[in-house]
């Protein structure tokens, strides 16, 4: 049987959630790891189970592009640098899952999505919170009927402040925190109803980590619903280094028949219906394997071609936020 020769480049992010897809997996094998940059530190991916005794090239990652010639390259690295490893690779005809955002400015992003079409490659992006079994049953809530039409979405993104990288604190670096953060809320809020979104308003601050000066750790967004409908955003870095989780992710939606509320931190998802009473919604075992789906789907020829637009897409509309926070504005996505 023919596997899927997958190598990694970069040290930050969410390598450990493909990994997580990766385990157990046996039309994939992980075959090279590297760092993005010079002096860049992998090793706590090292230490995963598919990385186990895989080769490591410590200085170049172009190298082992070319010795290995893989199928797919995971790009997780410093925010600044995903789009030019993902048109490096592109190039090379290699498919990727790259850590989001695909760009930290408009043109770049352009140029990202000529590069993809151009050399015909799939490309997701790592939007890994749509893989929560608290969002998958908060899909399955929703697409049964129980609420009706969503007419309003309230999501939540809290995050501990932790320790963050110093690069952090420079916005041509990170990007800001409404690209990092808040295209998780915009996806699962998309994810959960399927409705897409056609204006937004945002407003951001730093407030308590004047240290990290170009990191927002508050944000607020409003946006217009593709049915009218509308939704509400926050996101901050503030949540108590007490708390018993890092995160406190969460989304309710009010539709014309009901209610869902669905916390990853309480690890439930709350209905109340008219038609079908106060319920908890079943959560699926563990994640869902999204990853694996994406390699599946090229190993029998299949297009990730929805993947690939919802990760530009969501990208271009956290762009276009951040521009309307700093424009204060409201700016139309359509």
């Given at each position: 049987m023919k596997k899927i020769r997958i190598v990694t480049i970069g040290g930050f992010g969410?390598?450990?959630?493909?990994?997580?897809?990766?385990?157990?997996?046996?039309?994939?094998?992980?075959?090279?790891?590297?760092?993005?940059?010079?002096?860049?530190?992998?090793?706590?991916?090292?230490?995963?189970?598919?990385?186990?005794?895989?080769?490591?090239?410590?200085?170049?990652?172009?190298?082992?592009?070319?010795?290995?010639?893989?199928?797919?390259?995971?790009?997780?690295?410093?925010?600044?640098?995903?789009?030019?490893?993902?048109?490096?690779?592109?190039?090379?005809?290699?498919?990727?899952?790259?850590e989001k955002p695909?760009?930290?400015?408009?043109?770049?992003?352009?140029?990202?999505?000529?590069s993809v079409e151009k050399n015909k490659i799939?490309?997701?992006?790592?939007?890994?919170?749509?893989?929560?079994?608290?969002?998958?049953?908060?899909?399955?809530?929703?697409?049964?009927?129980?609420?009706?039409?969503?007419?309003?979405?309230?999501?939540?993104?809290?995050?501990?402040?932790?320790?963050?990288?110093?690069?952090?604190?420079?916005k041509d670096k990170y990007g800001g925190t409404i690209g990092w953060v808040g295209i998780h809320a915009f996806d699962f809020i998309n994810s959960v109803t399927g409705l897409?979104?056609?204006?937004?308003?945002?407003?951001?601050?730093?407030?308590?980590h004047p240290d990290r000066p170009g990191c927002e750790d508050n944000c607020v967004l409003i946006?217009?619903?593709?049915?009218?409908?509308?939704?509400?955003?926050?996101?901050?870095?503030c949540r108590p280094e007490s708390a018993p989780t890092h995160g406190d992710d969460w989304i309710r939606v009010i539709g014309t028949k009901g209610v869902l509320e669905a916390s990853l931190a309480k690890k439930n998802c709350l209905v109340i219906s008219n038609e079908k009473g106060t319920f908890e919604q079943p959560l699926p075992e563990g994640k869902d394997k999204i990853f694996r789906r994406f390699l599946l789907n090229l190993l029998a020829g299949k297009s990730n071609e929805e993947a690939?637009?919802?990760?530009?897409?969501?990208?271009?509309?956290?762009?276009?936020?951040?521009?309307?926070?700093e424009k204060g504005k409201i700016m139309d996505l359509k």
């Amino acid at each position: 049987m023919k596997k899927i020769r997958i190598v990694t480049i970069g040290g930050f992010g969410h390598i450990d959630a493909v990994f997580r897809d990766l385990t157990g997996m046996d039309e994939a094998d992980l075959v090279g790891m590297a760092p993005a940059y010079a002096g860049e530190d992998i090793s706590k991916f090292l230490k995963l189970t598919p990385a186990a005794d895989k080769k490591v090239y410590q200085d170049d990652y172009k190298q082992m592009l070319k010795e290995l010639k893989p199928d797919v390259a995971v790009v997780s690295t410093r925010l600044d640098l995903i789009p030019k490893l993902i048109m490096e690779v592109a190039d090379m005809g290699i498919h990727i899952i790259a850590e989001k955002p695909l760009a930290l400015d408009f043109g770049t992003l352009e140029k990202v999505r000529k590069s993809v079409e151009k050399n015909k490659i799939n490309l997701m992006a790592m939007l890994t919170m749509r893989s929560d079994p608290q969002f998958v049953a908060a899909k399955q809530v929703y697409d049964s009927g129980a609420i009706g039409q969503a007419i309003l979405a309230n999501a939540r993104k809290s995050y501990k402040w932790g320790t963050r990288p110093d690069w952090f604190g420079e916005k041509d670096k990170y990007g800001g925190t409404i690209g990092w953060v808040g295209i998780h809320a915009f996806d699962f809020i998309n994810s959960v109803t399927g409705l897409n979104f056609t204006k937004v308003a945002a407003m951001k601050g730093n407030l308590v980590h004047p240290d990290r000066p170009g990191c927002e750790d508050n944000c607020v967004l409003i946006a217009e619903l593709s049915n009218g409908g509308h939704a509400t955003i926050s996101v901050d870095y503030c949540r108590p280094e007490s708390a018993p989780t890092h995160g406190d992710d969460w989304i309710r939606v009010i539709g014309t028949k009901g209610v869902l509320e669905a916390s990853l931190a309480k690890k439930n998802c709350l209905v109340i219906s008219n038609e079908k009473g106060t319920f908890e919604q079943p959560l699926p075992e563990g994640k869902d394997k999204i990853f694996r789906r994406f390699l599946l789907n090229l190993l029998a020829g299949k297009s990730n071609e929805e993947a690939k637009e919802i990760s530009f897409m969501l990208t271009k509309i956290c762009l276009i936020a951040r521009e309307a926070a700093e424009k204060g504005k409201i700016m139309d996505l359509k």
